[in-house]
Nanobody, 121 residues
Framework: QVQVVESGGGLVQAGGSLRLSCAAS????????MDWYRQAPGKQRELVAS???????NYADSVKGRFTISRDHAANTAFLQMNSLKAEDTAVYYC???????????????WGQGTQVTVSS
């Protein structure tokens, strides 16, 4: 089993910065992609940023140039540096890891419980 835990959320003023962390632990042989999603009240969950095992990144248009995703492979951890935050970035941010528990095991998606980010205008 794989556990995913997010941290680093909080309350920040518009224009400020936050750094989210996502730590995966448990029976992990390898992790392919690590993604950050967010869900605002009354809205669908949306992909914010993703990073592959070789460091290829992808961002939602709404966060390009403001957010940066990175990864520490040795620690099975991903980060989301969020700068120039806006009120519309307010949401619960979730981390998803695509991992396998053994060399020839099946790949599963594992989600964390989320961390709240609130940006005051």
């Amino acid at each position: 089993q794989v556990q995913v835990v997010e941290s680093g959320g909080g309350l920040v003023q518009a224009g400020g910065s936050l750094r989210l962390s996502c730590a995966a632990s448990g029976s992990i042989f390898s992790i392919s992609t690590m993604d950050w999603y967010r869900q605002a009240p009354g809205k669908q969950r949306e992909l914010v940023a993703s990073i592959t095992s070789v460091g290829v990144t992808n961002y939602a248009d709404s966060v390009k140039g403001r957010f940066t995703i990175s990864r520490d492979h040795a620690a099975n951890t991903a980060f989301l540096q969020m700068n120039s935050l806006k009120a519309e970035d307010t949401a619960v941010y979730y981390c998803k890891c695509r991992a396998r528990a053994s060399r020839f095991g099946q790949v599963y998606d594992y989600w964390g419980q989320g961390t709240q980010v609130t940006v005051s205008s």
